[in-house]
């Protein structure tokens, strides 16, 4: 059981080149999340699923798209890179949108450098 | 607007002492609040729900204070593996996802 996957660990990429960061789950959760995280920034949420078939914007999604492929996997796709999107991205993902004890479980991170 | 607010810290403590942090939130439509624990460079992970009537697990105790908006964590005898970064996270009605805040870092020296 490897709860939630990310690849790759580590890009880095030049400004305007473009790629899509893959996310896994294997724990049957509906909702799946991207988050990106900077210093004194706090965790943004840029894009969200609450279920299979359905993605919402969040806080920051500017510059980005995804992709809920099916219920397993959530990908965010950078299509024209630029250094303000150097960050460490998290996925996430829960049983359900919301509820008191719905936990988030996050993947491992993407390491992001745009030069 | 929904938001938690936290103060960034650090926190420097040293083993055995207690440290409590807390969080204020904006929006009084909240339905619930986490505490959860990143440690540095890694993913953060659930530390423990936060119940209006309070709840503990060994040297946590989390609070919830719905008059005054703030959310608190108690650590007790702190540990050298506290030292880390605590994220209050709030949960709001309707269909929305949880509202992270920016974090309170804690380290405790020995």
């Known amino acids: 059981n490897a709860g939630v996957t990310q690849t790759p660990k580590f890009q880095v990429l030049k400004t305007g080149q473009s790629m899509t960061l893959q996310c896994a789950q294997d724990?049957?959760?509906?909702?799946m999340y991207w988050y990106r995280q900077d210093p004194g920034m706090g965790l943004r949420l840029i894009y969200y699923?609450?279920?299979?078939?359905?993605?919402d914007k969040g806080e920051v999604p500017n510059g980005y798209n995804v992709s809920r492929l099916n219920k397993r996997e959530f990908s965010l796709r950078l299509e024209s890179a630029a250094p303000s999107q150097t960050s460490v991205y998290f996925c996430?993902?829960?049983?359900?949108?919301?509820?008191?004890?719905?936990?988030?479980?996050f993947g491992p991170g993407t390491r992001l450098t745009v030069l | 607007r929904k938001e938690v607010e936290q103060d960034p810290g650090p926190f420097n403590v040293p083993e055995g002492a207690t440290v409590a942090f807390n969080c204020t939130y904006s929006?009084?439509?909240?339905?619930?609040f986490f505490w959860y624990r990143q440690d540095c460079r890694k993913e953060p992970k659930l530390l423990m729900s936060?119940?209006?009537s309070g709840n503990e697990d060994g040297r946590f105790t989390a609070q919830l204070n719905r008059a005054s908006q703030y959310i608190s964590l108690l650590i007790r005898d702190s540990k050298l593996s506290d030292s880390a970064t605590y994220l209050c996270?709030?949960?709001?009605?309707?269909?929305?996802?949880?509202?992270f805040g920016k974090g309170t870092r804690l380290s405790v020296i020995a």
């Open positions: 996430a993902s829960s049983e359900f949108l919301t509820g008191a004890d719905n936990e988030q479980f």
């Open positions: 929006n009084s439509a909240s339905q619930s």
């Open positions: 996270v709030g949960l709001y009605s309707g269909n929305t996802p949880l509202v």
């Open positions: 699923s609450a279920s299979e078939g359905t993605t």
């Open positions: 936060v119940y209006s």
């Open positions: 724990m049957n959760h509906n909702s």
